[in-house]
């Protein structure tokens, strides 16, 4: 049973727009999420967290949004690059203990 | 930012064989290794957690004697798929995790290895 989904596989966004991807989770017991960014033939590397206290988390260009109520975690990148074409994973964990991880979506940002 | 190497990228094995890979932090010591596994299109899902110097603690569904973690030192951990078969083929990803707060008082990071492609015939 997959706690944390990412339903879009891939997104496709002209370069200097809105890229927004998204992350939904059935535990209500998660208190801290992650997105990840994965280059090919890398390993995903630490984008961006928040935890369950807020509901807004900046860093540059990169804004992520958590919506307890609606278990829903999205990520803004703004503006978008094509140097952001890369695969997005959110993840999910108590106490930062234990992470799951959805499937990822595939951005591609189109120049 | 912390480095963590896993080698090898890719393997292919006869069915029957033991595979070993290792995963190293190459620039700082992780107390707190994991591995993941991950099915095409699927999310990595965690097959046990490695801490040093101890023994490793399995998912629900994951063998142990199937996939034998040894985290021997604080900048190596090595699992080995032993007596591999095709359905064992996949993805294989390991994590080390520093504990603390890092950049933008993010918590317990766990920094990524590239990943290795298995595939046994």
């Known amino acids: 049973d997959q706690q944390v989904k990412q339903n879009s596989p891939s997104l496709s966004v002209q370069e200097g727009r809105i890229s927004i991807l998204n992350c939904d989770y059935t535990?209500?017991?998660?208190?801290?999420f992650l997105w990840y960014k994965k280059y090919p033939a890398e390993g995903p590397t630490f984008l961006i967290s928040?935890?369950?206290?807020?509901d807004k988390n900046e860093d540059g260009r990169f804004t992520v949004f958590l919506n307890k109520s609606a278990k829903h975690l999205s990520l803004h990148i703004v503006p978008s690059q094509p140097g952001d074409s890369a695969v997005y994973f959110c993840a999910a964990s108590i106490l930062t203990n234990k992470f799951y991880f959805g499937s990822g979506t595939k951005l591609n940002v189109k120049p | 930012g912390a480095v963590v190497s896993q080698h090898p990228s890719w393997v292919i094995c006869k069915s029957g064989t033991s595979v070993k890979i290792e995963c190293r932090s190459l620039d700082f010591q992780a107390t707190t290794m994991f591995w993941y596994r991950q099915f095409p299109k699927q999310s990595l899902m965690l097959m046990a957690t490695?801490?040093?110097?101890?023994?490793?603690?399995?998912e629900q569904g994951v063998e142990k004697d199937k996939f034998l973690i040894n985290h021997a030192s604080l900048t190596l951990s090595t699992l080995t798929v032993t007596s591999a078969h095709p359905e064992d083929s996949s993805f294989y990803i390991c994590s080390a995790r520093v504990r603390g707060q890092g950049k933008s008082g993010a918590k317990n990071i766990q920094y990524f290895g590239a990943g290795t492609r298995l595939s046994v015939l």
């Open positions: 535990n209500s017991m998660f208190d801290y």
């Open positions: 928040i935890s369950s206290i807020k």
């Open positions: 490695s801490n040093e110097g101890s023994k490793a603690t399995y």
